[in-house]
């Protein structure tokens, strides 16, 4: 491997498999938007602040789903495990078919969880800073909880991993 190089190619596919290096979460982002939910899965989540307590996720800017959840009063966050693999697929899929056999529950305020999920926030959106091709959307949190045992489901080089012990 040689590094920095002058030229180097950093077309979409190149950058694509040197930031696929770097092992992520996944979670999904869910609102019942007209009593139905509306969702996308997300590799981008992170940890911002404490004070104000906020976390940010980072949306195309061709996503179709983003404006339905961008105008919800509360989105839900749900940190996915293992057990996610098909559902993390299928939220990717067909707007239709997103959440066929998937078990919900939803907040009062409208956001969406998947019941079984490693860590739950009830956020809403703080602020939306563009980012060349993506939006970053910076989130507040509400209110948080987290499962006492489970394994996540990680995203690296393009496909779904499990951490081994």
Known sequence: MTLFTTNQDLSADALREVFGAF???VVALIAFVADEPVGLAASSFTSVS????LVSVSIANGSKTWPE???????GI??????????ARQLAGPVGSRFEG????????????VVDGLAHFNTSVYREVEAGD????????HARAAAAEGQPLVFHRSGFRTLAA
Request: aromatic share 4%; no cysteine.
């Open 23 to 25: 092992p992520s979460g």
């Open 50 to 53: 404490l004070d104000p307590p």
């Open 69 to 75: 959840l961008r105008g919800a009063t509360h989105l």
């Open 78 to 87: 749900t940190v996915l495990a293992e057990q996610h693999r098909a559902f």
């Open 102 to 113: 998937i078990p919900l529950a939803r907040a009062a305020e409208g956001s969406g969880f």
């Open 134 to 141: 993506h939006t970053i959307a910076l989130l507040r949190v």
